[in-house]
């Protein structure tokens, strides 16, 4: 199909509007043709009928440069509507591609088709997509891999070989009827039953071993992995046995290199990483495990896959494995965190807010809600479980926010109340025993102006199920400049920041019972979406809506609609 978009208002013909593309932007323009559809998969002993996009699992990546447009028709012959996220992506003034359902547009319905514009910027590096309307990027997702612009390089020496590595979760079941069963008891959503890497789930799981995934290397060749963790509800260790890895980039930027003999890595993440093949020849176990200091339920398995050296060679009895962080050190996901930073070269330059305009003071919680007599809800009683930032649990729209939001003149009056700048009450965060759990649920959203220097913190707190929280914020990577335990302290650990070299990033894990500071300019206008990228987070209602408005002219302004967009109705 034809893309149906338009750059200014009016209708332009479309090799008129793929000449003005190209112009506007740096690199070439490229198109890809998706179909959603079911597909059946045999794994851990039982087939099992998934959605999928070209019947792969994980779905199709997306290969381009630095400043290249991309189009992708998604035609939706899957059961139900579906919308697809370009994660990490800014779409500077295009949040009319961006994807999640009911914030930037209605579900592509069965049968119907739409097509997206992802404009890529300043990413470089691996993102990936993944389908944003319930919980169908369980199985809807793939990475995105984002070359240097023609006329530049890596900032390292080029890699020997290029590896996408997709963690993914796997369900024996339909994961709609685990979310359906989850709503309709209130309660924690049954756990994945395994693990995957690029679609196999490994050697320690059921009928697995003969179809578990095995990267092939050369000895002395250096690879370069790029690693998304598109996990539903697990933050994760990874490790290769005897190799170290060199850390060089993260969601789309790249980082000063460090060595690691093990990652921490969110839902929600990508890490580019180097691995040399450097020791004997042999084979060696990758392993992944889940990181979870709470009392929460998760998928306490673990992942096997190989590394296998190229050659003649005997085939080991006994495979190395790698040793890891305890499943609850929270100590060692945190110092991984810390090492994380950016270039800040002249090649790399970064742009640290200093004088901060905006400032916001958000806690994360888990809560509950009380349920009518008649719902059957089975938590603490009578309840169900829910999520807040600053004790608001976000209610989801029934059509676009951002359709209305343009509708109404770019005005949020009457569509959406304001989200709260502090918690409605103050407490002691980390340490309170005696709050409620119970919360309160509306659509607030935040309102930024155009050029805002933004400053959030993120609070976890001691209420309900305490844990790390993945924050994912659309159409905007930001600055990671602090990160800390127990209650943030506004009168010393501003002072602690680091506004030289911090990671830009668009994922970050705020610790249990901790707190995280972000900030960024609001530069890019439109509707985004902020969430927890836990999935069942999410479904609680751990998510906000960040407006910012319109700049004063056309070049600072958000994009018109294309000239079609999934109905609502």
Same mark, same amino acid.
């Given at each position: 199909m034809k893309p149906k978009m338009g750059l200014v208002s009016g209708v332009l013909g479309l090799i008129f509007l793929g000449t003005l593309l190209f112009s506007k932007a740096e690199g070439a323009v490229r198109k890809y043709h998706w179909v959603v559809k079911q597909t059946n998969f045999t794994k851990l002993c039982t087939t099992s009928t998934v959605l999928t996009v070209n019947d792969r699992f994980p779905g199709p990546e997306i290969h381009a440069m630095k400043g290249d447009t991309v189009f992708v028709t998604v035609q939706n012959d899957g059961p139900y509507g579906i919308t697809i996220h370009w994660h990490g992506v800014r779409q500077p003034r295009n949040p009319w591609s961006d994807g999640p359902e009911y914030i930037t547009q209605c579900p592509i319905k069965p049968g119907g088709n739409f097509t997206q514009e992802i404009n890529l910027s300043t990413e470089e590096g691996t993102l990936w997509w993944h389908a944003h309307s319930d919980w169908s990027r369980a199985t809807v997702h793939g990475a995105i891999k984002v070359f240097p612009a023609k006329g530049t390089s890596y900032p390292f020496k080029k890699p020997d070989g290029d590896q996408t590595v997709v963690f993914s979760s796997w369900y024996k079941s339909d994961v709609m009827d685990v979310l359906?069963? &989850?709503?309709?008891?209130?309660?924690?959503?049954?756990?994945?039953?395994?693990?995957?890497?690029?679609?196999?789930?490994?050697?320690?799981?059921?009928?697995?071993?003969?179809?578990?995934?095995?990267?092939?290397?050369?000895?002395?060749?250096?690879?370069?992995?790029?690693?998304?963790?598109?996990?539903?509800?697990?933050?994760?260790?990874? &490790?290769?046995?005897?190799?170290?890895?060199?850390?060089?980039? /993260?969601?789309? &930027?790249?980082?000063?290199?460090? /060595?690691?003999?093990?990652?921490?890595?969110?839902?929600?993440?990508?890490?580019?990483?180097?691995?040399?093949?450097?020791?004997? &020849? /042999?084979?060696?176990?990758?392993?992944?495990?889940?990181?979870?200091?709470?009392?929460?339920?998760?998928?306490?398995?673990?992942?096997?896959?190989?590394?296998?050296?190229?050659?003649?060679?005997?085939?080991? /009895?006994?495979?190395?494995?790698?040793?890891?962080?305890?499943?609850?050190?929270?100590?060692s996901a945190q110092l991984f965190v810390v090492r994380l930073k950016s270039l800040a070269d002249a090649a790399h330059p970064i742009n640290v807010p200093k004088k901060i305009t905006k400032q916001i003071f958000m806690t994360v919680s888990v809560n509950l809600f009380a349920c009518p007599n008649s719902t059957g809800c089975t938590v603490d009683g009578n309840n169900k479980l829910a999520a807040s930032l600053n004790n608001n649990s976000f209610v989801m729209p029934s059509t676009s926010l951002l359709q209305e939001y343009y509708d109404n003149n770019y005005n949020v009056n009457h569509i959406a109340d304001k989200f709260p700048n502090k918690p409605p009450t103050p407490f002691n965060y980390t340490t309170v025993t005696n709050m409620s759990a119970f919360t309160s649920e509306g659509r607030k959203v935040i309102t930024f102006n155009y050029g805002d220097k933004v400053e959030i913190v993120f609070q976890g707190t001691n209420i309900g199920a305490t844990q790390n929280h993945p924050m994912h914020l659309h159409g905007y990577s930001f600055y990671l400049v602090g990160t800390g335990s127990a209650d943030f302290d506004n009168g010393t650990d501003p002072g602690r920041f680091n506004l030289v070299d911090p990671p830009e990033v668009n994922t970050i894990a705020v610790p249990r019972k901790g707190w995280t500071a972000i900030r960024f300019k609001a530069d890019n206008p439109g509707v985004w979406f902020m969430h927890c990228h836990f999935e069942r987070h999410t479904s609680w209602g751990m998510s906000t809506v960040v407006i910012v408005k319109n700049g004063g002219t056309n070049e600072t302004s958000m994009r018109p609609p294309p000239s079609y967009m999934p109905p609502c109705s």
């Open positions: 359906d069963e &989850a709503v309709s008891t209130g309660g924690d959503p049954n756990v994945s039953d395994a693990y995957t890497i690029n679609g196999e789930p490994g050697d320690l799981y059921d009928c697995s071993k003969e179809t578990m995934y095995s990267m092939l290397v050369n000895t002395s060749k250096t690879y370069l992995l790029r690693i998304v963790n598109s996990i539903l509800n697990e933050e994760m260790f990874f &490790a290769i046995a005897n190799h170290n890895m060199t850390v060089v980039g /993260s969601d789309g &930027a790249y980082v000063k290199p460090f /060595s690691t003999d093990y990652l921490f890595i969110t839902p929600g993440q990508t890490m580019d990483v180097l691995v040399t093949a450097n020791q004997t &020849a /042999s084979y060696y176990y990758m392993v992944l495990t889940p990181f979870l200091d709470t009392e929460s339920s998760y998928d306490n398995t673990t992942y096997r896959a190989l590394i296998k050296y190229r050659g003649k060679y005997k085939t080991p /009895s006994s495979i190395p494995t790698p040793t890891f962080p305890n499943i609850s050190d929270s100590i």
